[in-house]
């Protein structure tokens, strides 16, 4: 069995193995979003961060669709387990992805539970205050923010909320 994996956020930058084949991808029926509090890994559960989460919309996300080789797998599964099912605010999913060079493919895909309290919807001033002044354990939530953006950038992606945010976020 071929396992692919949907990056649309930090695994867009560091998806934590090295894929066998990385190509461009769409994904229907969801937007991302900075809809979850982090409180592990850029923020605290005293100061909690932002981070990217799918989100349910009438929208298309594109993002990155990750082959894990077949040797990696069973591993490459677990490490990502690790880290994006921390707290169970993330649904581990299979989606259905449209990839740039015409094929589709069947993804593991993280999406935001919108009952878990970690789930959030604020205004985009909000969202700036929250990640300019978060700190987590992989590191500041800037961080990310600017990574995210700079990577979207780099594959010709417009997201222009996300450009507003890196705005802000340098002035604060």
Known sequence: MTIWVFGYGSLLWNPGFEPAEAVTATLSG??????MLS???????EKPGLVLALDE???TCTGVAFRVAPADQVRVLAELRERELISSAYVEAH???????G???QA???IINRDHEQYCQFDLEKQAQLIARSIGGRGPNP?????????LVKMGI????MEWLVRRVIEI
Do not use: W
Not at 30 to 35: E, L, M
Not at 143 to 151: I, M, Q
Not at 158 to 161: A, C, F, S
């Open 57 to 59: 919309a009438d929208a």
């Open 103 to 105: 094929r589709n493919v």
């Open 39 to 45: 409180i592990h890994h850029r923020g605290t559960a």
């Open 108 to 110: 593991l895909a993280y």
């Open 143 to 151: 961080e990310y923010l600017f990574n995210t953006a700079d990577h």
């Open 158 to 161: 417009k997201d222009p909320d």
């Open 30 to 35: 969801y937007h991302r979003s900075f809809c």
């Open 95 to 101: 989606v259905p992805l449209a990839l740039k060079d």
